[in-house]
């Protein structure tokens, strides 16, 4: 079954619940959304450009394409102004304009703590920088001439008409009616009317058709008006006829007729120039525009606003997302001479990761520069802000493999780097406190993909390759896109202190080709006192468990070097430590865990000492004994024995001076520990509590265990420390709030 045919309803998190072992409820998390119910379904074609909601009944998901969006170079020919193309498309395709007020629907809207405080998110649609280019409605005039039966056979009328900016005069319709006596209808040229638009120096100026399919037609200025209502466009296709004028150019109209004939030009032109307004066009989707903090009693605790600047979609502006193709038309004679030519325009529409074809995919509006401001609970003083600038997202595009144009299969690699790049922090006076600035190294990840266009013009390419490929239509464009991982290369801080720079730099090193993880890390601090520390993993130690187990991460070796540039000749090592793992089997589980904790002679940083052995686990896991400054067999005069419950999730007791296997063989000591166990699986309660510190009270004390160091926990139901009772007796006691 194909899943995307599935009207899915959307799963909503609305609470994380704490319960105890009998699962009793004793804290939570819960979260409130902006209208979860009003949200479409799945699939729904009621998407603004970057796949949120819009609230708009779209019949079917094809976009519409402003100018502004996308770049269409010839649709001015199609249609005056982008407004009214995309009113024209949207006749045929989906409205898919922003409102980010449907847009919000099922966002997170609020955070409920524990604590009874909650913090509260506001939203606000994207704006690109593009400004809203408000035009004023047009001027309807018309020209009109009445029959006059005593009149001259050939009647006419003028008017002069000046356009105050360079333009289009569009005709709207006209009427030619025959009135009068039957000597104005001797023949069908008394049922017409002429319109002729004339420049200052007398010549018609030239109009311009443009077809339902929209192919342009010139033509002479002369329009032959015939009998009837005529209208010369069609808001249900690009059908108009206009003039270009000049402006500040005066123009004369004239309509010509027979006597008897009725006839008027309805045409329409603007007397304001379209400009820019003060608002921008809306890029689609949301973006945080608050979050506020509050006490449990709704006190406005904490409140951050956020400014944007610099904003740009992930995908760059395509080479024409409606791909238009001229096609040559020839007809032949039956014997294949060709005896007319005409020529046809055809508008592909390709699948662009802006505007996806299939609803269910989309890209991002990202910014490059991005201001987080905390205000004080008047929300109008500013207690400082924190500056975020970022990089723009690369787009890649591809050669394919005939070197043809892929403009129509609007094929891209894009790359979605939103690394931040640098950080500046200003106090409430504005004043800039600290700057820190990131690089970022390229590590390539060699992964292949093939993309795919078939048009029929490329025939002929793909047979001068001699690729054989000329019956199928089809030519394959193969790209190889070389994915980029990026890490942190270096952080440079500057730390301004009563107006003076104090600059510490890092530099952050990946010298392993077998994996991406950080091996070294060298800081210069404003002293000019060098540190560097030294990381080795897995592959390193050439540990194959840990790297089959994709234990990659975790470091095994650890060396700290400090170096003073005024007075060290050399760096010195201060710090060397390790951690060795190894496969271990308990009760029928193999684990890979701890074996030890190494430390390194500073002297000599090849030898090392075994600081802790990590002796035996249980088979969760968890650790049973250690052993403190073990001999070279492994034994210690110091062994640490932990006694594991709260369903094996705690420790519950310390025992430093004998090992598990030892305290286990003392005769009684396992059934109290057993006792322990299950009386810590039955503590939800204060009574309860007690009643293990008194198990716990009497195993510490017991004369069979006086030669050792015994320490006690207990905790609550959501699994905090409660009680430390040391060798002593001195207990420490934690108390929370709700």
Request: hydrophobic share 30%; glycine share 4%.
């Amino acid at each position: 079954n194909n899943l995307y045919s599935y009207e899915v309803k959307r799963p909503f998190l609305t609470k994380i619940q704490f319960q105890d072992r009998w699962f009793n409820l004793y804290n939570q998390f819960a979260f409130e959304y902006y209208n979860p119910d009003q949200i479409p379904h799945r699939l729904s074609f009621s998407q603004d450009l970057l796949g949120y909601y819009n609230g708009i009944d779209n019949s079917n998901f094809i976009f519409n394409s402003l100018e502004d969006y996308n770049n269409l170079p010839d649709f001015h020919y199609i249609k005056e102004n982008e407004e009214e193309f995309n009113t024209f498309l949207h006749n045929y395709t989906g409205n898919r304009k922003p409102n980010a007020d449907y847009a919000k629907h099922g966002l997170l809207k609020k955070i409920n703590y524990p604590t009874k405080g909650y913090t509260e998110f506001e939203y606000e649609g994207n704006f690109t920088d593009i400004p809203v280019i408000i035009y004023p409605p047009y001027v309807e005039d018309n020209i009109h001439l009445e029959p006059e039966q005593f009149a001259p056979v050939n009647n006419s009328v003028e008017k002069f008409l000046t356009i105050p900016f360079s333009q289009r005069l569009y005709l709207i319709r006209h009427s030619v009616a025959l009135q009068g006596s039957e000597d104005c209808s001797l023949t069908p040229d008394h049922w017409r009317a002429s319109f002729t638009l004339f420049d200052p120096n007398g010549l018609a100026v030239p109009r311009i058709n443009v077809s339902g399919l929209g192919n342009i037609l010139p033509a002479n200025g002369h329009v032959d008006m015939s009998r009837g209502n005529i209208s010369y466009s069609d808001h249900l296709s690009p059908k108009s006829t206009y003039y270009e004028l000049q402006g500040g150019t005066t123009y004369k109209i004239k309509l010509e007729t027979k006597r008897c004939v009725d006839a008027n030009m309805d045409f329409k032109y603007r007397n304001l120039a379209p400009y820019a307004s003060d608002n921008f066009v809306e890029a689609g989707g949301l973006r945080i525009r608050s979050v506020k903090g509050f006490d449990h009693d709704s006190t406005l605790l904490s409140n951050k606003i956020y400014k944007y600047n610099n904003g740009k979609f992930t995908v760059s502006k395509p080479v024409s997302v409606l791909d238009k193709t001229l096609i040559d038309i020839k007809i032949l004679n039956m014997y294949q001479s060709v005896v007319d030519f005409t020529e046809s325009k055809n508008y592909s529409l390709s699948s662009h990761n802006r505007w996806p074809l299939r609803n269910i995919a989309g890209e991002f509006y990202v910014y490059s520069k991005v201001e987080e401001i905390e205000t004080e609970n008047n929300l109008t003083t500013t207690k400082g802000k924190i500056v975020h600038e970022f990089t723009a997202p690369q787009v890649y595009i591809p050669t394919n493999l005939t070197n043809f144009d892929t403009s129509s299969s609007n094929l891209s690699t894009v790359n979605y780097r939103t690394n931040e790049l640098i950080t500046s922090y200003f106090n409430q006076q504005n004043d800039l406190i600290k700057v820190d600035s990131l690089d970022y190294v390229n590590h390539p990840i060699n992964v292949r993909f093939y993309d795919y266009t078939a048009k029929k013009i490329l025939e002929l390419k793909c047979t001068d390759l001699g690729l054989a490929m000329h019956n199928l239509y089809t030519c394959p464009t193969t790209v190889y896109a070389t994915q980029n991982w990026e890490a942190l290369k270096s952080k440079k801080s500057i730390d301004y202190l009563n107006g003076l720079p104090l600059k510490t730099t890092t530099e952050y090193f990946y010298t392993n080709p077998s994996h991406y993880q950080l091996t070294s890390q060298a800081t210069t601090f404003p002293d000019f006192t060098w540190h560097e520390t030294t990381y080795r993993y897995a592959h390193e130690e050439a540990n194959t468990d840990m790297v089959t187990a994709n234990m990659v991460g975790i470091p095994l070796e650890t060396e700290e070097k400090k170096y003073k540039f005024t007075n060290d000749s050399e760096p010195k090592i201060f710090s060397k430590s390790g951690i060795k793992y190894e496969k271990k089997f308990w009760e029928g589980k193999e684990l890979i865990l701890p074996a030890a904790s190494l430390s390194y002679d500073l002297q000599n940083p090849s030898v090392s000492t075994t600081e802790v052995l990590y002796k035996k686990y249980d088979s969760h896991g968890n650790l049973l004994q250690y052993n403190l400054k073990p001999d070279v067999n492994g034994n210690s005069g110091n062994p640490v024995t932990i006694i594991w419950d709260y369903n094996q999730t705690q420790p519950i007791a310390k025992i430093e001076g004998i090992g598990y296997d030892a305290l286990m063989a003392i005769s009684g000591i396992s059934a109290m520990i057993t006792d322990l166990q299950s009386k810590s699986a039955d503590d939800v309660s204060d009574a309860t509590e007690q009643i293990l510190i008194g198990a716990l009270d009497s195993f510490r004390t017991n004369s069979l265990l006086a030669a050792y160091q015994i320490s006690t926990y207990t905790y609550k139901p959501l699994i905090v420390l409660s009680i430390i009772t040391p060798p002593s007796g001195i207990r420490e006691i934690y108390r929370y709030d709700t």
